[in-house]
């Protein structure tokens, strides 16, 4: 339950990473894993980051290999391996039980991608989080000497067969001995919102100020890649949106909120954000197209263009590739501090937060991983 928890607190704001490879996933979930078993472990700050770089470059890779979404599976069903071969990289498993751990992972836990489509339930931002802890869970079983259904890739009935069509991984080619680790192509999410609508939430920005406002805007044309329209901008419910999980998931909505309130934040997901009758009804203004000129930058670039037509007929256009946090425009090390403070003092306190980020930053000299907990412990 450690690693569930650790991932819920990752991941419901949907303000963590990005990887899009053939599919798209959040690999930082997997640290809610890592940290949980860590610290059952005993394990150094070194040995954390260690796992963190092996779930990372496991979940990428098959991020990289195959596309399951779009044939209704879930990314977390690629989580699942990542996060059993890390905890049992922690435990310290030899070759056969870390086999056994990814069979029993995988083998009771495949996800649906009815997880985020339609409404968009609480669970979106807790799927990843009950993916670690399964992955957690199989490798402790594995330790034990349970096994699980195999061969699980390749059998008669196994995830090339069921889930993700067949294909080959080069473990030769994984990062480490010089070669670079996937972890550096991942994006870190400058919005609290879903990672292919982060560049029209910039652009919607930019239109409704070359407009001079939202109140003359007589429609609204959002072009995204199809990846970015099957994910949000294909549904209905994007247009009507009752939840925050569907909201926060929904183009119309976050570019109609950037362009009303100048910036997107957890505030936007309130219930009076969400049912504010003069942003409902501008957003029947807005029309979202699967480009395939945008389709042609993805997965290298997340790109948006939103035009803004005015009552005078003049139209205001704007594109953007990429935005601060991208892959192509990565955040530097006072960038994730000034988002750590921002996310953090409110909930910790201004000292405590600082405290627990002078810590982060001293992980890997850290003998006892449990010391990063200790100042994120609620005082008062």
Partial sequence: MAAFANGAAIRFYDLNDVYAGKEIGHPSDNIAACLAQ?????ASGRDLIVAIALA?????????????????????????????????KLMKLDEARLTQAVNLAING???????????????????????ARNGVFAAAL????????????EGDAGFFKLVSGPFTLDVAKFGGRGRPFRIRDCSVKYYPAQALTQTAI????DVARQAGGVDRITAVEIR???E???????????????????????LPYVTARAMFDGDVTLASYSKDALH???????????????????????????????????DDGKAFTKRIDDIPGSATRPMQRTDFAAKFRKNAAPVLGASAADEALGVLWSLEQRAHVSDVFAPLVLRG
């Fill in 142 to 153: 594995a330790r034990e000497g349970i096994t699980g259904p195999s061969p699980m890739f």
């Fill in 56 to 88: 990372y470059e496991i979940d990428c890779r098959l991020m990289d290999a195959a596309s399951i979404s779009q044939h209704g599976w879930d990314h977390p069903n690629f989580s699942l391996p990542a996060a059993a071969l890390a905890a049992g």
């Fill in 224 to 226: 995204t890649s199809h």
């Fill in 38 to 42: 860590a610290e059952a472990e005993g």
């Fill in 109 to 131: 836990h495949v996800a649906l991608n009815q997880t985020r489509v339609q409404t968009i339930s609480d669970w979106k931002g807790l799927a990843d989080a009950d993916a």
């Fill in 202 to 205: 910039d652009a919607g920005i």
């Fill in 276 to 310: 504010d009758p003069k942003l409902r009804a501008f957003m029947k203004k807005i029309k979202v197209i699967d480009d395939p000129e945008m389709s042609k930058l993805y997965p290298k670039y997340c790109a948006t263009v939103v035009t803004a037509t005015r």
């Fill in 228 to 250: 970015g329209w099957f994910s949000a901008g294909k549904d209905a419910e994007k247009w009507a949106p009752e939840t925050s999980g569907t909201a926060d998931h929904s």
